[in-house]
C-alpha cells in the first residue's frame, strides 16, 4: 500500500498563519523522511477553515525543499482559475519537482467560494468541462490551439513550461456521482475519494471506478483509485478521542460554515478556537458516528484495522488528514511517527 | 548601492526548458552567496522570449531554497491575473520568504500575449489600476470588502494568508510616461525603469521620479527607484563582445517578434538559436548603439564606470539581466563571480 498527507492549513488561532503554515510545511518533511509516498494539499479560500490559497504555489516551495515525496493538489477547483494559468501554474511544479506532481481537480463545493468570487455555483460542471480541456491540449497540444468555450476563448496558444511527466501528471478526479465517475473513467483519469464518505460507500465508490475503468478499456488497478481518510494514533483509544474530538469537530463545523449559504448556516463557531475548546461538551453524536464510519482516529491496532478493511476493498492508497485545527503540531507529528512505526510495516509489500 | 538580478529564462534551444530553468535558479543560488540583494523574475507567456509564466510560483520555489536574496516579480502583468488569485499568490511568496517580496507590477506591452489570451490590449491600463486596488485592499483591508469594478466583481471578500511585510510588500512600478510615474508617486509606490531605456532615459525619469516622489509628500531617497541592466563582464571588451553580440541580439528579435502584431513583425529567427549563431553576421548598429548606451557589456572598469555614472544619476539599485538566449551558464557564471570581485566592492557603503 501506498501511504501520504491528504494536507491542509486552517486558521483556529488568529493572526498565527505563519506557525500554522510552518507547522504544515514541518509536518511533510518529516513524512518524507518516514517514508510517506506524497503529500496533497487542499485549495481554500476566504475563511479560517482553509488558509492555503496558492496551493499550486505551496507546492513548488515543496518540490525545492524535498527529494521524493509526490506532490498533489487535492484538489485545485477548477471554476475559479483561469485554465491557461492553472496548466502554467501546474506544469511548473511539475517541472521544478522533476515530475512529482498528482493533478487534482475538482469542481468545487462552498457556497461561500463561488459567492465572493461572483461565480454562479450552477456553472461548476461546465467550468470543470471546459477547463480541463484547455488544461489538457495546453499540456500535450503539438501545435498552437485556439479555444471558443463558454466561459474562455483563447487563440493560437503554445503553453510553456510544459510538464515532466508524460502525456501529462496523472489527474485524479474528486468524483462521488455515477455521472462524473463515469466521465473521469472514460478520459482515463483516476479516482479521488474524499475523506468524509463512509468506508462502506469508499468501499462501494472503488467497486463502481472498478466496473466503470474495465468499461473504458483500462485495467482497474489499484493505483487507479486514492482515497482520502482523517488519521490520528496514539497509544490509548482513550488519548486518541481526548487529542481529536475537539480539533476535529471545530474543523468539521468551520467546514460547515463555508459550505452553506447563510440562511442554512449553523451558529458560529467562535473565532479563536481556544474559546471554541473552553466551551466544547464533547464531539456528541456526529463525532461518535464518524469514529466508527469514516476516521481513523485510534490505536495502531484500530487505525491497522481499519485500514485493512480499506485494502480488501481495493483501496490501497491512502491519504491522511491529519492537521486539524488547534491540534498541537507535537502531536500531529507523535501521530505520524507512531504510524511510521506501528502501522505502515504491516502494509508494505 | 544595491545589486540584484532582473531574471528570465528564455528557451533557445526547443525542448531544453528544464536545463534553461536549472540554469537560472542556479545562478540566484550563486547571487546570493556572492553578495547580491535580491531576484527578479520577468513573466513571459507563450513564446520561446520567456518561459517563466509561473512567476510567483518560480519565486516560492525559491524562497525554500534561499535565505536572505530579496525576491520579486519584475513584472507581474496585471491584466492577465484574476486580482484575488494574485493577491494570494504573492502573499505566499512573502509569507513562505519570511517577508522577502517585491512586489513589481506592470500593465503589459506585448501583443502576442493579448491577443492570445483574448484581453483586448486598449484595457490594458484600466485593468491595471483595478487590479492594484483590489490587492492593496486585500493585504490591508481590515474587514471583508466588497468590490464592484469594471472587470471583476467580488463580495465579502478576507483574503489568506496575509502579506507578512506590514502593511504590505514594496510596491515597484514599471512606469515609464509622465501620468504613470505621478500615479506611482501618489500611490507612495516605487519606479521600476526597464532595460530598454538608455543611460539619459534613466537619469530623466529618476530625476522625474523624485520632483514627484516630493510633491506627493515623501522623501525622494534612493531607495524608491530600481533600474533593470543588461550587464556582462569579461576580462577583455572584445571577449564580452564575442559572448553577448549573438545571444542578446536573439534575446532583442523574439522580444520583438512577440511584442508586434502580425502586420509589423520583423522577419521571423530560427527556431533553434544554434541556427541562429551559425547564420548571424554580427550584431549591428542596433548592438553598438546599445553597447554605448542601454547594456553594462564589458571590462569590469568599464561597467563599473558605467554604474558610477548611474550612482550620480541617483539610481543606486541595479538589477541585471544576466541570463540572455543561447549564452552558456558557465559564461553567466563567470560573469556574476569577476562582477562581485572586481566590480561590487567599489559601491559597497
Redesign the interface.
Known sequence: MKFGLFQSVQ?PEPGA??KY?REALDQVLLAEQLGFNSAWFTEH????HG?V??T???L??????TKTIRLGTAVAVLP???P??LA??A???D??S?GRLDFGVGRGYQWSEF????IPMEQASRRFEEAMDVIIKSWTASEPFTHRGEF???????????P?QQPHPPVWVAAASPASMERAARHHWNLLIGQGETFSQVAAQAEKFRTLVGEAGDTPGPDRIVAARAMYTAPTQAQARRDTEAPFMWFKQTGQEVAAPPDRRPELLPEDFREHRRRFAGGGADYEAMLGNVTLFGTPGLVAERIEGLRQAGVENLIFFINFGGLENRKVMNSLELFARDVMPQFRE
Open positions: 486558521l498563519q505563519a503554515y479560500h476566504f475563511s479560517r488558509i490559497s496558492a499550486t504555489s505551496v513548488t516551495y515543496l518540490a525545492g525543499v475559479f482559475h483561469n491557461i494559468k502554467e501554474d506544469a511548473t511544479v517541472l521544478l522533476n459567492h465572493k468570487l461572483n474562455w476563448s483563447f487563440d493560437d496558444m503554445t503553453v510553456h513550461p510544459r515532466v
